[in-house]
């Protein structure tokens, strides 16, 4: 097993296992970025994600792909988007071996930590996170606002070099 950076010729596989762990978490329609976005998004003039790919015999059979969120509490850390093993090889330490990949990178980087995200019934996940001495947060509540959202399609106030005041 080659554990190895992604290259921009990896990305056609890394969305076919995003669709995959989409089908996994019971939202495979909810994959909706196109190959081009994805791979300017990683590999153009400014990245904004970059990945660790698990490799056998030439195919890519796994990934996790990560990049640097900023807390005001503790400063630049790494934000662990999606670690994805297909389903014929887990259970083989694959996960392992990119999450342990990952560490080193963000130690490298002199970054502060990791943090994630782990849906509540994803027991085999939850599980593999324990054996890290993960801290869970059940205290905050995921927000999110979509660019198909009425508020985010309809809000026309221009604030481009504007300064203003809220009461």
């Excluded at 990945?51 to 850390?77: C, D, M, N, P």
Aim: with cysteine.
């Amino acid at each position: 097993m080659k554990i190895r950076r992604a290259f921009k010729e990896d990305c056609p596989r890394l969305l076919e296992l995003i669709k995959e762990l989409a089908t996994y978490e019971k939202a495979p329609d909810e994959v909706t970025i196109s190959l081009a976005h994805f791979e300017e998004s990683g590999f153009g003039t400014t990245p904004v994600w970059w990945a660790f790919v698990a490799e056998e015999a030439g195919v890519v059979v796994g990934f996790a792909l990560y990049y640097i969120r900023y807390s005001t509490w503790k400063g630049q850390r790494m934000y662990l988007e999606d670690i994805v093993v297909t389903e014929s090889m887990r259970r083989q330490g694959i996960g392992k071996l990119l999450f342990d990949r990952l560490i080193e990178e963000a130690k490298e980087r002199n970054l502060n930590g990791i943090v994630w995200q782990v849906l509540e019934w994803n027991e085999p996940a939850i599980l593999f996170y324990k054996k890290y001495q993960a801290t869970f947060d059940g205290e905050w509540v995921n927000c999110s606002l979509d660019a198909t959202s009425t508020k985010f399609r309809t809000s026309s106030q221009n604030f481009s070099d504007s300064i203003f005041m809220i009461d």
